[in-house]
């Protein structure tokens, strides 16, 4: 944990040199909202949204705010690793007493409290601008299910990280992916309307059920004991893949050493 | 202590999925360092001298755990670091070539209290730490940012952080190498006093005439082999076709790297 919370507090103070880059994305994160907004009004009362409670962009608000979150665990530990490699230090990282998974924790703490307050400046912009009825109850519900969907993207993440420490660039396992959990699991439109072999396989990725979940928290005004069945789900899925994800890492720094592959970019 | 048996490494082109990921050090079989065998002692400095590609960088990141060597072993203050990684990172202070250890966007401070935490230090006792080496290297009344530093003080600070765990092993590769005779020399001596309290240091160098001023022994690494080790002393009397031969290379090399 001491580790952990090093790396949050050395990539602050690093990304605090590059206030400007926050600032953007701040803005970024606002243009995006507005974009969606007026996209929402293209398509209104859909048929195919008669589940759910709310506009369309309540709909997407929910979708996204699972997979941009997920994204976070997804990409933070191989963004970081590559930096790593490219100011050179990470040489001194590896030769550090600490364990891989408390270094991975670190490198992650601080994408997430960014991606964190980005979602925040997502949500209050629905709510406050655009008059967006998702309940704060539900917001506060659905953090554990974001928790534990990031956790299952985290693990594939830190599996990649440990491909680019080896090839340097070109992961093969992000980027697809994010792509597919992004169309499995309904989060920009409802899964009723993919093909039946389509929606049968969604259940194997860990997006469907919090994007699942999250929905019947932010629209259809679920209570907890509603969306038990996705956690346990998720939570099955995190058990299962974080393990296989660090160990893979361990395995890719392994062979590193052993192949000269360590360092360099 | 430091000791060093019997390593050997090679550099092997990559086979199966590694080739299709990456590229290796080498596209065929280079045995980089053959059958190496060193002592350094507590307290002394050992210099290893060597040109471009002798192996010397590839020696120092075997002792670091980087690397696994193919064959013998390395014991750090007893620790073999192949086998109990994180108590050999413990005994080991580590200085990587150039400044590129550091991160330019923190201040030396900051630097210094990252690693602390790494190797297990409470931030209050990072923090401490931090304050003292900063007084021992002379940075303490420039705690800027790294990126605003110079050649030298960012030599003196990767210095300090391998010393922020206190390591009873300290090795160096190429500490001097960018540095202008004056910050060159005071490195050498901070790394003296270093020795004189009972610390074991290995220095690699391009600069024979450095390592015989600093160092209390010296290694000749040519070719992968150790081609003379022992006594500054004793360099020029008994091993003088090795100094006369690594003197010719280190020109050759320093007149390519003026071209280049």
């Known amino acids: ?265 | 202590m430091l000791t060093i048996t019997g390593v050997q490494r090679s550099y092997e082109p990559l086979t199966g999925i590694l080739r299709v990921m990456s590229r290796g050090a080498s596209t065929s079989t280079v045995r980089v360092l053959d059958s190496i065998d060193l002592e350094v002692r507590p307290g002394s400095i050992l210099g290893l001298v060597g040109p471009n590609g002798a192996g010397k960088t590839t020696l120092i990141r075997i002792i670091a755990g980087l690397l696994t060597p193919d064959a013998g072993e390395v014991r750090i203050a007893g620790v073999d670091p192949v086998n109990d990684r994180h108590q050999a990172a413990r005994v080991l202070g580590l200085v990587l070539t150039d400044d590129r250890s550091l991160y330019w966007r923190l201040s030396g401070r900051q630097n210094l209290e990252f690693h602390g935490a790494l190797y297990g230090l409470s931030r209050r006792d990072a923090g401490a730490r931090a304050d003292e080496l900063l007084e021992m290297v002379g940075l303490a009344d420039r705690d800027r940012h790294v990126f605003g530093y110079s050649t030298g003080m960012r030599a003196s600070l990767a210095i300090a952080r391998a010393l922020v765990h206190d390591p009873e092993v300290l090795v160096l590769d190429e500490p001097t190498r960018s540095l202008d005779p004056v910050a060159s020399r005071d490195t050498c001596e901070l790394l003296q006093s270093l020795a004189r309290e009972g610390r074991t240091i290995m220095l690699s160098s391009h600069h024979l005439e450095e390592l015989e001023r600093t160092a209390d022994d010296v290694a000749i690494l040519l070719d992968g082999r150790i081609q003379h080790a022992g006594t500054v002393d004793s360099l020029r009397s008994e091993g003088s076709s090795a100094a006369s031969k690594l003197e010719e290379l280190l020109r050759a090399d320093r007149i390519e790297d003026h071209q280049a």
């Open chain 1, 1 to 265: 944990m001491r580790t952990a919370l090093a790396v949050f507090r050395r990539d602050f103070a690093i990304e605090r040199t590059y206030h400007f880059q926050f600032a953007l994305s701040l803005l970024q994160t606002a243009v995006f909202g507005v974009g969606l907004y007026f996209i929402s009004k293209l398509i209104e009362d859909p048929e195919a949204l008669a589940n759910y409670n709310g506009t369309y962009f309540d709909f997407v608000m929910a979708g996204l705010a699972v997979t941009s979150f997920a994204s976070v665990g997804l990409q933070s530990f191989g963004n970081s690793l590559v930096r790593e490699q490219a100011t050179g230090t990470i040489d001194l990282l590896l030769v550090a007493p600490t364990s891989p998974s408390g270094l991975m924790g670190g490198m992650f703490l601080f994408p997430f409290t960014l991606g964190s307050v980005q979602l925040v400046a997502l949500l209050g912009f629905g709510i406050g601008v655009v008059g967006s009825g998702m309940p704060i109850g539900g917001l506060l519900l659905s953090v554990p299910i974001l928790l534990l969907t990031t956790a299952t993207f985290a693990a594939v993440g830190i599996a990649a990280a440990g491909i680019l420490l080896l090839a340097k660039r070109g992961d093969p396992l992000t980027g697809p992916f994010s792509q597919i959990s992004m169309i499995m699991s309904g989060a920009i439109f409802p899964l009723e309307i993919l093909p039946g072999w389509a929606q049968a396989i969604s259940i194997l990725f860990p997006a469907t059920w919090g994007v699942r979940a999250t929905r019947e928290l932010l629209l259809n005004d679920a209570g907890w004991r509603d969306v038990v069945p996705e956690a346990v789900v998720l939570a099955g899925f995190t058990a299962l893949m974080l393990p296989v994800g660090i160990w893979m890492m361990r395995r890719c720094i392994e062979t590193g050493r052993r192949n000269a592959l360590l360092g360099g970019y």
